[in-house]
């Protein structure tokens, strides 16, 4: 089974340092994981994802991902916060065998000026 | 170019009146078609999915139902709302598996009283 655990609920960082979002999941076969943001009343879009092939990932935003299985963990990445960053971010988790998709409870992200 | 429609953007209902939640999508043939709800503080819940017309799999038992009556027509509806169907709805779009990207509307803010 399949499931996905978004370490922080809530995470501020001030502007123009980095960010780190925690992202941890468990599946049976190798899974393709995605991070996505949403801002508010917005529909989500996809920042990146990885799907077996180089395990750093960049994304759009100057966002990135390394897949680390050892770890089974997919942390979001970013060397400077920008306020437009500003958003919630979604790890998630599939498995095109079962062709289960599990959303991550979100990350919100804060930018202290 | 592909796009995503939803409709209506915010909706106030009250308890016991029936719902009915429209997406379309435009730009792609035989897309996998999603609904999702948004609950305050409870991350993202995957209520409904299609991979083609007439074709539904419901991932929770609820109150509502959905329904694609055509290629890129997918219909979200309730008989009767509760007050727990409050929530943002979203609908999304895919091609082929859950290892690919999913494409998400505006969403449909919707206020139960």
């Known amino acids: 089974a399949q499931s996905v655990t978004q370490l922080d609920s809530h995470v501020s960082v001030s502007e123009g340092t980095p960010v780190l979002l925690r992202c941890n999941y468990s599946s049976s076969y190798s899974p393709s994981l995605f991070w996505y943001v949403q801002h508010p009343n917005k529909g989500l879009q996809l920042l990146l994802k990885?799907?077996?092939?180089?395990?750093l990932v960049k994304g759009i935003n100057g966002f990135e991902a390394e897949f680390k299985k050892s770890e089974t963990s997919f942390h979001l990445t970013k060397p400077s916060a920008h306020m437009s960053d500003a958003a919630e971010y979604f790890c998630v988790v599939s498995d095109d065998r079962d062709d289960k998709i599990i959303f991550g409870k979100g990350t919100r992200l804060h930018i202290l000026p | 170019s592909q796009t995503i429609h939803q409709w209506p953007a915010t909706l106030v209902q009250p308890v016991g009146s029936p719902l009915s939640l429209e997406c379309t999508v435009e730009?792609?043939?035989?897309?996998?078609l999603y609904w999702y709800r948004q609950a305050a503080g409870r991350g993202l819940q995957l209520l409904f999915y299609s991979v083609g017309i007439g074709q539904i799999s419901s991932e929770v038992p609820q109150n509502l139902s959905a329904s694609r009556p055509q290629d890129r027509q997918f219909i979200l509806s309730s008989k009767k709302l509760l007050l727990s169907d409050s929530g943002f709805y979203l609908c999304?779009?895919?091609?082929?598996?859950?290892?690919?990207?999913?494409?998400f509307g505006p969403g449909t803010r919707l206020t139960v009283l």
């Open positions: 999304a779009w895919s091609v082929g598996g859950s290892y690919n990207e999913q494409f």
């Open positions: 990885y799907t077996s092939a180089a395990t």
């Open positions: 730009g792609t043939s035989n897309p996998n």
